[in-house]
């Protein structure tokens, strides 16, 4: 019997129009545990490097997380993967809300879909029938529009929708896939649901999600909850307040918008003036943030509050969290925080990513400034930004004149322009725009993780650690006393580097030692992996300091509601096993080492030689070769055998060291 999954995957090609309920392998579980773990395992064995990302052979995996649909608070995420028309790599963003569960309530782990359909489609699941639906009558319509368009035709609003807007129909390469509650949003997922004409898919399930031992499966749920309880009535202090609770980062109930402006340069490559920010401000942006915030809501099964209902008048509501409250505003340096909101919205709808839009945006108004766009190229745009920004995204989303070439992202755009456009590309790294923020002086641990991470965007990489050390000694005693969540043999060394954080006297106060640096960026990086496994919310394990989940109590949990046999290090090695499948993935579509370093002015200050020598000991410390490749023996260790052996057979490892 399998417990906390089905064991059944729902396989679709909309070339045929075949629908396929198919068994899975319960050793898969075993060594991947579900989610991305077998989504990696899936494109490594079907997808080859040669398969181009609107080819349809390219595959788009709907997963629920192993624990999605159990009594597990925040075990809600469903995790969408493919190939990233952007980077050209392995892609897998993460959406929360209540899909996944109802997925696994009608009957399956994942939905797979290949092909590409002849005329618009959406998927229409309802436990055991599944249909391959017209939505011709869907076409042009809103991300919002088609979920609730879809439930009126079905006639019951508690079906799940995941839908793309206007931009994935157009194979905007930033394009998101859009629930009631979440974006799956980048990496352009929702540009290779709009290359296989599939409109949305829709879920209703009304089945049970058997686990293996309840009882102690729900003591330790209410054990979870009332941690949660506890760190949503008592902040951390030293930390910024959007920090300082647990879910993902507060910025819909706190106003935090000083701390933002004031600490970091914004934009695409512009910088605020320093004089911006006054009580003036302050009390406009929280006014407007006030108006336009309707509630706060939650996704499936948890009990923080962490998006926000946003509307303005003569606009249609929508959802939004984190950080893209201010990203449109920042990017294009107006004072008005209700013009970030409305012209957010505006994206949200269209489908589009709230990271890189805003900075396509303003990439088009720098080069425009620049004299490498013209007049005539922007023909018919408005005096004004903020007329400007609404008139590109909407060339944007329609592929029309410079939008046709924008939609690409800024790389590729920077490079179809020409004309000098290159050296506007300020902020991408492998291909992919960054969070939009500048910082001062290199940070090893933030180096590591934006250079290395596959998911290619610090958002889902991050957490654990403060992101700055505390001002005082008395905080960060405090702080290491109850910091249980470290992995076991390293409680003494972590500890260390927060106590001594920012002494004065050291040399570089923000610097651990490279081997620290090492360990740090691995643990935060292991939890993403297991969270984006087991579908927890990152904003309850591995983004948040100090999370109710952590590597001590997740293998319990996973043993009470799977039935695996399950302990701190053979969780750690799971997790690390698919670390190393999805680079394998990548390693064989052209990823190198070369492509491994954020953008050059990302600090103000760098060092060159520090830096290399952090890779260096990185690669070293994870198991890979100089070049960044896993080498034979760890590929072996991990039970990737199959691995090393294509590696071998492609010349990019040699049968006799493991590496070349």
Same mark, same amino acid.
């Given at each position: ?15 045929? /129009?075949n ?37 349809p ?5 709907? @997963?629920?997380?192993? %624990? ?30 209540f899909?996944a ?21 959406y ?14 009558? %869907? ?81 330790? +749920? ?14 951390l ?16 109930a706190?106003?935090?918008?000083e ?6 340069a ?6 605020r ?8 401000v ?16 939650? +996704? ?13 008048p ?7 969290? +984190?950080?893209?409250? %201010? ?33 396509v ?47 690409? /992202? ?60 505390? @001002? ?9 006393k ?10 003494e ?43 927890? +919310? ?31 290090d ?5 997790a ?51 070049? /960044? ?5 760890? %590929? ?8 090393s ?16």
């Amino acid at each position: 019997m399998r417990y906390a999954e089905t064991g059944f995957n729902l396989e679709i090609d909309l070339s045929t /129009g075949n629908i396929e309920r198919v068994s899975t392998d319960p050793k898969e579980t075993e060594l991947h545990l579900g989610g991305l773990g077998t989504n990696a395992k899936i494109l490594w064995e079907r997808v080859p490097p040669e398969i181009e990302p609107f080819s349809p052979d390219n595959l788009l995996i709907f @997963s629920s997380g192993l %624990l999605c649909g159990t009594p597990v608070p925040g075990a809600n995420r469903t995790i969408i993967s493919s190939i990233s028309p952007q980077t050209l790599l392995m892609a897998f963003s993460m959406v929360g809300g209540f899909w996944a569960p109802e997925l696994k309530y009608a009957g399956y782990d994942k939905v797979i879909i290949r092909g590409k359909s002849p005329d618009w489609v959406y998927l229409w699941i309802n436990n055991d029938k599944v249909e391959i639906r017209d939505a011709t009558h %869907l076409q042009g319509k809103s991300t919002y529009e088609t979920a609730e368009l879809i439930k009126e035709e079905l006639k019951d609003p508690r079906v799940q929708v995941m839908a793309i807007g206007l931009a994935g129909e157009n194979r905007v390469y930033f394009a998101s896939i859009e629930t009631h509650r979440g974006s799956a949003s980048r990496l352009g997922l929702g540009a290779i649901m709009g290359s296989k004409k599939l409109k949305a898919i829709a879920v209703r399930g009304t089945k049970d999600v058997r686990v293996a031992r309840p009882a102690e499966l729900v003591e330790a +749920c209410k054990e979870i909850l009332r941690y949660i309880e506890h760190r949503l009535n008592n902040p951390l202090p030293g930390v910024p307040p959007i920090l300082a609770r647990i879910g993902s980062p507060q910025e819909m109930a706190l106003h935090d918008e000083e701390w933002h402006t004031i600490s970091f340069a914004w934009g695409h490559a512009r910088h605020r003036r320093k004089d911006f920010w006054n009580k003036e401000v302050e009390k406009m942006w929280a006014d407007a943030l006030e108006r336009a915030r309707k509630r706060l809501i939650s +996704c499936y099964n948890c009990p923080v509050q962490c998006a926000g209902v946003i509307q303005l008048p003569g606009h249609p509501p929508y959802i939004m969290k +984190c950080f893209s409250k %201010l990203t449109y505003t920042m990017a294009a340096m107006v004072d008005d925080l209700e013009f970030g909101l409305k012209i957010a919205g505006r994206a949200q709808h269209y489908g589009l990513d709230g990271y890189t839009t805003p900075q396509v945006l303003a990439f088009a108004l720098e080069l425009y400034e620049a004299g490498i766009l013209t007049d005539e190229d922007l023909a018919g745009m408005p005096e004004d930004i903020e007329g400007r920004f609404n008139w590109l995204l909407d060339r944007i989303v329609r592929r029309e004149g410079i939008g046709d070439v924008l939609a690409d /992202g800024v790389y590729w755009a920077a490079r179809k322009i020409g004309k000098g456009a290159e050296a506007y590309d300020h902020n991408t790294i492998k291909k992919h725009e960054q969070i939009p923020i500048k910082l001062g002086v290199t940070n090893p641990i933030y180096y590591l993780m934006w250079s290395t991470g596959e998911k290619i965007n610090i958002t889902q990489i991050e957490g654990q650690i403060p992101q700055a050390p505390f @001002s005082r000694r008395e905080e960060r005693e405090e702080f290491v006393k109850d910091w249980v969540h470290i992995p076991t043999g390293k409680e003494e060394k972590f500890k260390r580097f927060i106590l001594d954080w920012g002494e004065p006297g050291t040399a570089f106060p923000y610097y651990p030692s490279i081997d620290v640096a090492c360990e740090l960026v691995d643990w935060q990086e292991i939890m993403h992996y297991i969270d984006d496994s087991l579908g927890i +919310c990152a904003g309850l394990s591995s983004f948040p300091i100090k999370p109710p989940y952590h590597i001590h109590n997740l293998p319990l949990i996973i043993s009470y509601a799977s039935g695996l046999e399950m302990d701190e290090d053979r969780l750690w090695t799971i997790a690390t096993r698919n670390r190393n499948l999805v680079r394998a993935i990548n390693i064989l579509r052209g990823l190198k080492k070369e492509d491994e370093r954020p953008p050059e002015d990302h600090w103000k200050k760098r060092f060159p030689e520090y830096e290399a020598k952090l890779l260096e000991e990185y690669y070293r410390y994870k198991g890979w070769d100089e070049r /960044g490749i896993p080498t034979k023996e760890t %590929l072996n260790k991990l039970g990737l055998n199959y691995v090393s052996e294509e590696f071998i057979r492609r010349g990019i490892l040699r049968d006799s060291e493991g590496s070349s």
